[in-house]
C-alpha cells in the first residue's frame, strides 16, 4: 500500500484535526452531568452510552491523517481502560488538551524536545500531588459504595459492590456475570474458584451432577507437564497408604500417568482428580503459587529445585 507523506504545520494540523474530532465526541460525557452519545451499529439498535473509550473505538475517520490523529488520542483511552478500568474520558481530555497546547507551542517556535521534557515533569509533579491528596477507602464500607455508584451511575450497584468488597477483603476476585432473570444477586464462593475441570469424565464422582468431589484431598501442584507415571509413583504410594484421596494440578497430564490415575479411579483403589492448571506462563505460575499459599502445599517445579519424581 503506497504511503502519504507530510511534513511540519500541514502534517500537525491534520493530526490536530483528527484529535478534535473524538475528543469533541466523548469530553460530552466528562463528569456528573456529562452527556450521553448514540453510537450506530452495522447490526441491531445504537448503542447510547456515556463511556469513553466505548466511543473512542467506533469513531473511524476517513482522512488519513485525521485518523491517525484520532488513533493516537484512541490508545490514550484504551491503555488508560486497561490500567485503570475507569477515567478514560478524563485521559482523552488531558492528552487532547495537552497536544493541542504542545502544538500552538511548536508552531510558535518552541523547541518539542524542551515541550517534553516539560510535559514529563509537570506529570510528576501531578501524579505526585494526587497521590498525597488520595485518601485509603479500602476499609471504609460507605466511601467505597460511594466511588462504586459513581463508576457505575447507579447507586444500587454500588452498594452492593461495596458489599461484595467487605465480605472478600480488598484482595480478594469479584466477578460481574450477565443474569438471565431480572434483578441482582450476590453469591459468595469460599475457597478458590479457576476456569478448568477434570481432564477426564472418569474423575466424576456424582453422575447426576458430573461432579468430582473429593473431601480432603491431597494437592500435588506442578509446573510441568506430567507423562511418565514413575514421576507419581512415590506420591501414589504414600496417597494409597493414607486413603485419603488425591488431587493433581500441573500444567497438563497425559500418556501413562493420566491411564494410571484413571484405572486406579475406575477399580476404587484411591480416589482421584487431574485438572490442567489455568492460565499460560507467568501467569500460570503465579496461580498455582496462589493455591499452594491456600492450601499449604509447595509448586512442585524445576525452578525451585524441587523434582516431582522425588516428591513424598
Given at each position: 500500500?503506497?504511503?502519504?507523506?507530510?511534513?511540519?504545520?500541514?502534517?500537525?494540523?491534520?493530526?490536530?484535526?483528527?484529535?478534535?474530532?473524538?475528543?469533541?465526541?466523548?469530553?460530552?460525557?466528562?463528569?456528573?452531568?456529562?452527556?450521553?452519545?448514540?453510537?450506530?451499529?452495522?447490526?441491531?439498535?445504537?448503542?447510547?452510552t456515556n463511556d469513553g473509550v466505548s466511543i473512542a473505538k467506533e469513531i473511524?475517520?476517513?482522512?488519513?491523517?485525521?485518523?491517525?490523529?484520532?488513533?493516537?488520542?484512541?490508545?490514550?483511552?484504551?491503555?488508560?481502560?486497561?490500567?485503570?478500568?475507569?477515567?478514560?474520558?478524563?485521559?482523552?481530555v488531558l492528552a487532547w488538551s495537552m497536544v493541542r497546547e504542545g502544538l500552538?507551542?511548536?508552531?510558535?517556535?518552541?523547541?518539542?524536545?524542551?515541550?517534553?521534557?516539560?510535559?514529563?515533569?509537570?506529570?510528576?509533579?501531578?501524579?505526585?500531588?494526587?497521590?498525597?491528596?488520595?485518601?485509603?477507602?479500602?476499609?471504609?464500607?460507605?466511601?467505597?459504595?460511594?466511588?462504586?455508584?459513581?463508576?457505575?451511575?447507579?447507586?444500587?450497584?454500588?452498594?452492593?459492590?461495596?458489599?461484595?468488597?467487605?465480605?472478600?477483603?480488598?484482595?480478594?476476585?469479584?466477578?460481574?456475570?450477565?443474569?438471565?432473570?431480572?434483578?441482582?444477586?450476590?453469591?459468595?464462593?469460599?475457597?478458590?474458584?479457576?476456569?478448568?475441570?477434570?481432564?477426564?469424565?472418569?474423575?466424576?464422582?456424582?453422575?447426576?451432577?458430573?461432579?468430582?468431589?473429593?473431601?480432603?484431598?491431597?494437592?500435588?501442584?506442578?509446573?510441568?507437564?506430567?507423562?511418565?507415571?514413575?514421576?507419581?509413583?512415590?506420591?501414589?504410594?504414600?496417597?494409597?497408604?493414607?486413603?485419603?484421596?488425591?488431587?493433581?494440578?500441573?500444567?497438563?497430564?497425559?500418556?501413562?500417568?493420566?491411564?494410571?490415575?484413571?484405572v486406579n479411579k475406575i477399580r476404587g483403589t484411591f480416589k482421584s482428580a487431574?485438572?490442567?492448571?489455568?492460565?499460560?506462563?507467568?501467569?500460570?505460575?503465579?496461580?498455582?503459587?496462589?493455591?499452594?499459599?491456600?492450601?499449604?502445599?509447595?509448586?512442585?517445579?524445576?525452578?525451585?529445585?524441587?523434582?516431582?519424581?522425588?516428591?513424598?
Open positions: 500500500m503506497p504511503k502519504i507523506i507530510s511534513f511540519d504545520e500541514k502534517a500537525r494540523r491534520s493530526l490536530e484535526a483528527g484529535m478534535n474530532k473524538l475528543a469533541d465526541a466523548v469530553r460530552v460525557t466528562l463528569g456528573p452531568k456529562g452527556r450521553n452519545v448514540v453510537l450506530e451499529k452495522k447490526w441491531g439498535a445504537p448503542t447510547i473511524d475517520l476517513e482522512d488519513p491523517y485525521e485518523k491517525v490523529g484520532a488513533e493516537l488520542v484512541k490508545e490514550v483511552a484504551k491503555k488508560t481502560d486497561d490500567v485503570a478500568g475507569d477515567g478514560t474520558t478524563t485521559a482523552t500552538r507551542n511548536v508552531a510558535a517556535g518552541a523547541n518539542p524536545m524542551s515541550l517534553k521534557r516539560g510535559i514529563e515533569a509537570g506529570v510528576e509533579a501531578a501524579v505526585g500531588s494526587i497521590k498525597e491528596l488520595a485518601a485509603d477507602v479500602s476499609s471504609d464500607k460507605a466511601q467505597i459504595a460511594n466511588v462504586a455508584a459513581i463508576s457505575a451511575a447507579d447507586a444500587e450497584i454500588g452498594q452492593m459492590i461495596s458489599e461484595a468488597i467487605d465480605k472478600v477483603g480488598k484482595d480478594g476476585v469479584i466477578t460481574v456475570e450477565e443474569s438471565q432473570t431480572f434483578g441482582m444477586e450476590m453469591d459468595l464462593v469460599e475457597g478458590m474458584r479457576f476456569d478448568k475441570g477434570y481432564i477426564s469424565p472418569y474423575f466424576v464422582t456424582d453422575p447426576e451432577r458430573m461432579e468430582a468431589v473429593l473431601e480432603n484431598p491431597y494437592m500435588l501442584l506442578v509446573g510441568s507437564k506430567i507423562t511418565a507415571v514413575r514421576d507419581i509413583v512415590p506420591v501414589l504410594e504414600k496417597v494409597m497408604q493414607s486413603g485419603r484421596p488425591l488431587v493433581i494440578i500441573a500444567e497438563d497430564i497425559e500418556g501413562e500417568a493420566l491411564a494410571t490415575l484413571v487431574a485438572v490442567k492448571a489455568p492460565g499460560f506462563g507467568e501467569r500460570r505460575k503465579a496461580m498455582l503459587q496462589d493455591m499452594a499459599i491456600l492450601t499449604g502445599a509447595q509448586v512442585i517445579t524445576d525452578e525451585m529445585g524441587r523434582k516431582l519424581e522425588t516428591t513424598t
